[in-house]
């Protein structure tokens, strides 16, 4: 069954933050919740009265211990599960943090180079978008998943 992305409408809102510098990218190994055991960004569900940006910088805080700074949104991304599960997702770049990354009970910090993201311990979705935004777009990806399948994406990019 396909996507009517037009009339689609998330049941949840989340973000992602990613810190780039010096050509390594700070990544997470999920310990719990949506994902858990597999690697992502730093990151999670919106709350009442968050902007997106401030659930993203308070995620990064309570799973990184880590404060980023200027982080710039670079991405909206649209998830359909099989199972009516839909989410909205906003991503965040920063080129810099306050702190030091610790593990905390939601996360462990993995520091890995830009051109050795480890895609196979990914959702399958991120080796679709992770690449072109990393290389300087703007993204925005519709993606239909049944459990961790990959079933369906459109990916689109502009130069920011």
Known sequence: MEVDWASWQPKEYATLLFVVRDGHILLIRKKRGLGAGKINGPGGRIELGETSLEAA????????????VSPELRGELHFQFVDGYSLHCSVFVAGDFIGEPVETAEAIPIWTPINAIPYEE???????WLPVMLAGCKVTGFFHFECERLLSHKVFSELV
């Open 57 to 68: 910088v308070r995620e990064t805080r309570e799973e990184l211990g880590i404060v980023p």
């Open 122 to 128: 990914m959702w399958a979705d991120d080796i679709r």
